[in-house]
């Protein structure tokens, strides 16, 4: 059975940096794509960013140049660096795998059939 563990949130200054893990058991991440998505509180959940399976790579506007995206298949787990952060990225950040194999990433919820539970990010001073 597939199961993604989040880690790596906490609380940071504006500005600080953040790197998120997300580790899958029970399935191999390589065919998938794996997207990263988060959700503020009274806020739909948006995408922050998504890696295909060959390594194509896309961001939301709002993370473009801050944030990036990395998967290390050895390990089956995927990575998301968080710099420059901003009050407005506190969220609940979860990562998501690909319902189906493909070389492409779509940044799309419907897009992805697993979730983790998520981790907390808050950005405060």
């Known amino acids: 059975q597939l199961q993604l563990v989040e880690s790596g949130g906490g609380l940071v200054q504006p500005g600080g940096s953040l790197r998120l893990s997300c580790v899958a058991s029970?399935?191999?991440?390589?065919?998938?794509?794996i997207g990263w998505f988060r959700q503020a509180p009274g806020k739909e959940r948006e995408g922050v960013s998504c890696?295909?399976?060959?390594?194509?790579?896309k961001y939301a506007d709002s993370v473009q140049g801050r944030f990036t995206i990395s998967r290390d298949n050895a390990n089956n787990t995927v990575y998301l660096q968080m710099n420059s952060l901003k009050p407005e990225d506190t969220a609940i950040y979860y990562c998501?795998?690909?319902?189906?194999?493909?070389?492409?990433?779509?940044?799309?919820?419907?897009?992805?059939?697993?979730w983790g539970q998520g981790t907390q990010v808050t950005v405060s001073s």
């Open positions: 890696i295909s399976s060959r390594l194509s790579t």
């Open positions: 998501a795998v690909g319902k189906v194999p493909q070389f492409t990433c779509i940044m799309s919820a419907r897009s992805f059939g697993s």
């Open positions: 029970g399935l191999t991440l390589d065919p998938f794509a």
